[in-house]
C-alpha cells in the first residue's frame, strides 16, 4: 500500500487498528448491543443465569490464575467477534466489489478508500495521452475525480468509427477508463488491446469497440461510459466535453483555414485560432456541476489546441472554469509540438489559453483563467537530440512574461526516469506537484 510511493509499514491485520477507518465504533457497538441483547433475553424470559455465572467463576477465582484466564476469555471473544463480523462484511460487499480483483487485504481494501473517499474533488481537462497519464497518478490522491474529455478527434480508430457509426471518438474516452482503473488487471488490458489483424478490425482497439457498441445499446455515450467504467471499476468518472458533433478547424497566421483536428499539426503553419462547428456545442450532463463542486481544476498537459483549448470552445465549460472557486492549475507541457506549438515558451503557452478563453460576459480585468503553471525545469541531455530532428525542443520557461501574466510558477523535474531517452511526464511526480501545491494553497 503506497500513498506517493511512501510505504505504511504495519502488519496486515493491523490497518483495522488505523483511525478513521469507521470500523471500530461500529464493532464496539455490536458488541455493546449483543451483551444488552443478552441481558434483555435474561429478564424476558427469567434465566436467571448470572447467579450460575457469579457462582461458577468463585468457583474457578480460586482454582485458576483470574488474570490470565480472563484475559484469554476476552481475547479469545473479541477475536471471535471480530473474525465473525468480518467475515460477514465481505459477504455483503461481494454484490459491490469482484474480490478475485481486490489487491490486498480488505481492511487495505477499506483503508485506502477511506483515505481516497476524502481526498479533494479533482477536476481534470484535456485528451490525448497527456490526460490520461495525469490521471494515473492523481487516482493516487483521491477517489474524487471528474475526467473531462475533448471530442474533437478524427484520426486513427476513433476517427473511421466517428466515420462510420456516427459516434463521438471514442478513443480518448478510452484511455481515461483504463488510466482510472487497476493498470495490471486483465480487464484493462483487454480494454486496451489493439487488433493487429483482421479485415476491418485492423488498428482497432477492443475498448474503442466496446464503447461504441454501449453507446447503441444504452442509446447515448454518458450511459456507455458510466456502464463501460463499472466494468473496470474506476475511481472517479469519465464525462466527454460535450455530446455534439464536435468538429474543429483552425485559422491560420496565412488566413487559411484547416479543418479537421488530425490535419491541423501536419498543416506546417503558425495556428492563430481554434474554432468548432457547431460554434454553440453544449456541455455533456454533469459537466457543469463536476466544475461548480471542484476543490482543484488540472488543464493539461497535452497538445495545447487540440487537447487542451479544444475543451474551451464549449463556452458554457470555459464560464464555469472563470466562476468556480477551485483552485486552477495548468500543467505545462515539457517539450514544443511541431504544427501546434513551434518555439511557444511557457508564457507563449498560458497567453493562448488566455485568448481562447475570452468571453464577453466574463470581466477578466482583474483575475486569470488559472491561477499556477507547473512546469518541468529538468531535460536529460541525451534525449533532445532526436526530438530536436523532429522540430521538438524543450519548453522555454521564461519566469519574467510568466509573472507579468500574474501566474503562479512552480518548478519541478516532472519526467519519468527513462533510459531509452524518451521525455514522458511521471505520472507520480506530477501528481505529487499538484498535491502539495495545493496543500499550500489553501493555507494561504
Known sequence: MKIFDKKVKMPKEAIWLVPGLKVKRWFALSVAGSVLAALGATFLFKLEPLDYIVAMAKKLFYVVPPEPVGALL?????????????????????DDIDSQRIKGSMGEVLYRRMKLDRGPKI???????????????????????????????DGGSSGRLREQMGVLPPGDIRNCIAALADDDDIVTKLFQYRFKTGEGLEGHSFGNLFITAMSAICGD?????????????????????????????????????????????????????????????????????????????????????????????????????????AKKIYVCNAMTQPGETDNYSVSDHIKTIFDHARLDDIDDSNKNF?????????????????????????????????????????????????????????????????????KRAIKK
Open 74 to 94: 476476552i481475547l479469545t471473544g473479541v477475536v471471535l467477534f471480530f473474525l465473525a463480523w468480518k467475515k460477514t462484511n465481505i459477504s455483503m460487499m461481494n
Open 123 to 153: 477536476v481534470a481537462i484535456g485528451g490525448g495521452t497527456g490526460l490520461s497519464m495525469l490521471l494515473r497518478g492523481i487516482k493516487k490522491i483521491t477517489n474524487n475525480i471528474t475526467a473531462i474529455v475533448t471530442v474533437g478527434d
Open 221 to 325: 455515450i454518458v450511459s456507455a461510459i458510466r456502464e463501460s467504467s463499472k466494468v473496470l471499476l474506476i475511481r472517479g468518472r469519465v464525462l466527454p466535453a460535450t455530446c455534439d458533433d464536435m468538429k474543429l478547424y483552425a485559422k491560420m497566421e496565412d488566413d487559411s483555414i484547416v479543418k479537421g483536428e488530425s490535419n491541423i499539426p501536419e498543416a506546417g503553419k503558425k495556428i492563430i485560432q481554434l474554432c468548432c462547428e457547431p460554434a454553440d456545442c453544449k456541455p455533456a450532463p454533469d459537466v457543469l456541476e463536476a466544475i461548480h463542486n471542484a476543490d482543484i481544476i488540472i488543464m493539461g498537459p497535452g497538445s495545447l489546441y487540440t487537447s487542451i483549448i479544444s475543451n474551451f470552445l464549449v463556452k458554457d465549460i470555459t464560464r464555469a472554469v472563470w466562476n468556480a472557486k
Open 370 to 438: 488559472f491561477d499556477t503553471v507547473v512546469v518541468n525545469n529538468f531535460i536529460p541531455k541525451n534525449a533532445t537530440e532526436k526530438y530536436e530532428q523532429a522540430g521538438s525542443l524543450p519548453v522555454e520557461i521564461d519566469t519574467a512574461e510568466i509573472k507579468k501574466l500574474g501566474v503562479e510558477l512552480v518548478e519541478r523535474n516532472l519526467l519519468e526516469d527513462h533510459k531509452d531517452g524518451l521525455i514522458r511526464h511521471s505520472c507520480t511526480k506530477v501528481a505529487k506537484a499538484i498535491y502539495y501545491w495545493y
